[in-house]
């Protein structure tokens, strides 16, 4: 008998100690639970401005943390070797108990909690929203910085427990986001739902010939604006990475023209890695 994960669209139906799609998520005794419960592959203490989040506690620290795991697929991945990983990457376990102490412990460096990151943190659902919760208890902000390819129930739940987000919007075509083996509509909801629960900015990567033309950024904005003309959007330049070592790099005239035409639409549009 199979049982099926309800986290995010792809709905993976697994029998006894399958693994899911993302690589993370397994079939344990009928239920579909986080494989990857509490174990980091990745933690810093990093500037609030490299999630990206430039309007949220602007030259504040927090501490980030990663697993391994991711539900998309994209070939440009920037953190490949932990996102497209599976168990038998090397992890260090730390509880929940066990994150939130450390970010305590650093809030006399200027850490103002913890952020969710690195992976995709949020096929990780039930660590994140352990962790959100007892960092709440104990004063601290939460962060997610996630593909926003989420079930609209499960990210409901967590809303409440995070105050930041960043989500990629990787495009805006439905024929790009099944390249990735995601869909565009899915994170367009994640977008409007958090963008009236929490902070939210927009990341999106430019990848020549792939997302970077000017009408899809024109339409990309437009709608951000529909939403909230402050919504600040990271327009990011691409560099040869995993799948797409053969592309060359965004061209920096591209990044900076194509915020040109978001700033039509968006009163912060911000321009990352030129």
Request: hydrophobic share 35%.
């Amino acid at each position: 008998m199979k049982t099926v994960c309800g986290i995010c669209p792809h709905r993976c139906a697994l029998e006894e100690g399958q693994t899911g799609f993302c690589r993370a998520r397994v079939c344990r005794e009928g239920s579909v639970v986080c494989g990857n419960y509490g174990r980091v592959t990745s933690l810093a203490l990093d500037p609030i401005e490299k999630k990206p989040l430039n309007r949220f506690y602007p030259g504040s620290l927090i501490l980030s943390v990663g697993s391994y795991g991711c539900n998309l697929r994209c070939p440009f991945c920037q953190n490949c070797d932990i996102s497209m990983a599976d168990a038998t990457i090397e992890t260090v376990f730390l509880s929940p108990e066990d994150l939130v102490r450390r970010a305590l412990a650093l809030k006399d460096k200027g850490n103002i909690g913890i952020a969710y990151t690195y992976n995709e943190p949020l096929i990780g659902y039930e660590y994140v929203m352990d962790c959100a919760r007892l960092a709440h208890e104990n004063g601290l902000l939460n962060v997610a910085v996630t593909n926003g390819y989420l079930s609209e129930k499960p990210l409901r739940n967590l809303l409440p427990h995070l105050d930041a987000m960043n989500i990629d919007l990787k495009g805006f075509t439905e024929r790009f986001y099944k390249k990735l083996c995601g869909g565009l509509e899915t994170v367009k909801r994640t977008v409007e739902l958090a963008s009236k629960d929490c902070h939210v900015e927009v990341t999106t990567l430019l990848v020549p010939g792939e997302n970077d033309s000017k009408e899809e950024m024109e339409a990309l904005s437009s709608w951000l604006s529909s939403l909230n003309s402050e919504l600040p959007l990271h327009v990011s330049r691409f560099f040869p990475r995993y799948k797409m070592r053969d592309r060359d790099a965004t061209p920096v005239k591209t990044v900076y023209e194509l915020a040109d035409v978001a700033r039509r639409h968006l009163k912060y549009v911000y321009t990352g890695n030129c």
